[in-house]
């Protein structure tokens, strides 16, 4: 099994360093790097191309909930959990939104953290018991939602999906598709309120969850 590069942002250099030891403890686990605010951590993203990255919130200059966004827009295959000492479920349906597949309290034992990292590396998302309630029955719902509305896409609208998480500009689509750029606008924008997703990082998540692209 190759190893999992792993970055830590956190604005707590204890937290970061009892952090490290923890994960380093762990096999076929590399701690690649250790940001201490949101705009050094998609530097070293950058830098390091992470599979994982474990992301506060409360973090000075971009928070973790930004830098998540951002961070996905760029680089979609990372998988990102959150460790917070907000119970708030509020927080929680705001992390997923902003692409998170995990949150976790910062109090969780040793043994819920692996299990989380273990959850998150198959694909899958983890939410910490003391947290979940009905956030993730919200969230399960809002997929099942999803997948019969990738059914009713038109060939058009899927060529335009598969388009824009690969990445292409309006202008490249249109030119790729021989469309005016006001239909590629139209179909933009169909594609989002047709499958509630109304930012471009949510539809490239989407695009990747129903097989359009490969991460």
């Known amino acids: 099994m190759s190893m999992v590069r792993v970055l830590l942002a956190d604005d707590h250099t204890l937290v970061r360093t009892g952090l490290r030891k923890i994960l380093e403890a762990m096999p076929d686990i590399a ?4 940001a201490g605010n949101g705009l050094q951590l998609l530097e ?5 191309r992470p599979d994982l990255v474990l992301m506060d919130i409360a973090m000075p200059g971009l928070n973790g909930l930004d830098a998540t966004e ?4 760029s680089q979609p295959q990372i998988r990102v959990l959150i460790l917070s000492m907000h119970q ?6 705001k992390a997923l939104r902003h692409g998170a597949v995990a949150y976790l309290l910062k109090d969780a034992a040793l043994m819920e953290l692996e299990q989380a990292i273990e959850v998150v590396l198959r694909g899958e998302t983890y939410l910490s018991p003391a947290v979940s309630g009905g956030v ?5 719902q809002r997929l099942r939602r999803d997948e019969p509305a990738q059914a009713a896409l038109t060939a058009r609208q899927s060529e335009v999906l598969k388009l824009i998480a690969e990445g292409l500009s309006t202008k490249e689509i249109a030119r790729a598709l021989d469309l ?4 590629v606008d139209t179909h933009r924008s169909q594609l989002m ?10 539809l490239v998540r989407y695009a990747m969850r129903v097989g359009l692209i490969s991460p």
Request: proline share 0%; hydrophobic share 35%.
């Open 44 to 48: 070293l993203a950058e830098q390091h």
């Open 70 to 73: 951002r961070l996905l827009h």
């Open 31 to 34: 701690v690649v790097g250790e």
């Open 193 to 202: 309120r047709q499958l509630d997703i109304h930012e471009v990082t949510g």
């Open 180 to 183: 005016s750029v006001k239909t």
């Open 136 to 140: 993730l029955s919200d969230y399960v």
């Open 88 to 93: 708030n479920e509020e927080y929680v349906r």
